[in-house]
């Protein structure tokens, strides 16, 4: 779960229902990150304390007994989570409320009609739990809320993106000069990026409420750099 997430150090780990604190410790342990385990059962966040100092890693680590549907995510930079499916789609709202790159990793269960960005199935011959013996990894980038209307200024003066998203998906069109380009793609974390076709790929960073042309080929070569910003109204004049 770790090694999907990319987990590095300065990354933050949460992990919800830590157990035995397996893997918040693995985390600090051999990736270098902080982390903090979430659990309902006391004994178990004590034996996870101790399992810490024993790793040497007590330093870099935290556990709490609390409700993990009562737990502040904001600081992740990674969560782990090995739920029942009604309690990885009762998270998913705040869990798409996470800063945009936040990855989120978990162990057998998905997230419903979020689909992850990828699966990756794991033998394990021994497993205690369910009838196959493997195990699916599913992970997800937090992406960046792009939906509606952007207006740009400076070198695109009176051009327009209107987008629609769907979790890490988007389509749309690009408006500029009675010219339209169709755009569609996907999104990771703040990076929008359109497939190359007959226009050449296009690349947009979104940070917040500006949405700026990272790379542009084909005709749109000359717009790179452009910034929109995103419209409080239904049109941009």
């Known amino acids: 779960m770790l090694s999907s997430a990319g987990v590095k150090r300065g990354d933050h780990v949460i992990d919800l229902g830590s157990g035995d604190g397996r893997i918040v410790i693995l985390a600090a342990k051999k990736f270098e990150a902080t982390g903090l385990g979430v659990e309902i059962d006391p004994a178990l966040v004590e034996k996870s304390k101790a399992n810490a100092r024993n790793a040497g890693v007590a330093d870099k680590v935290e556990f709490r007994v609390q409700d993990l549907f009562k737990t502040d995510l904001a600081p992740a930079s990674v969560i ?8 990885n789609l009762q998270l998913r709202p705040a869990l798409l409320a996470l800063k945009p790159g936040t990855r989120i990793v978990s162990h057998d269960w998905d997230m419903g009609d979020w689909k992850p960005d990828r699966t990756t199935v794991v033998e394990v011959p021994n497993k205690a739990v369910g009838r196959e013996k493997s195990s699916r990894i599913h992970l997800w980038t937090v992406p960046a809320k792009v939906d509606g209307l952007w207006c740009a200024s400076g070198l695109l003066r009176g051009a327009s993106i209107q987008l629609t998203q769907s979790y890490q998906t988007f389509s749309g069109t690009l408006g500029w000069r009675e010219r339209t380009r169709a755009l569609a793609g996907s999104i990771s974390g703040n990076e929008l990026r ?8 296009l690349v947009l960073e979104a940070q917040g409420d500006v949405l700026r042309i990272s790379s542009a080929q084909g005709n749109m070569a000359l717009a790179q750099g452009a910034r929109f910003t995103r419209a409080a109204g239904a049109s941009c004049s």
């Open 80 to 87: 782990t989570m090995y739920l029942l499916p009604e309690f």
């Open 194 to 201: 359109t497939p190359a076709g007959s226009s050449g790929e």
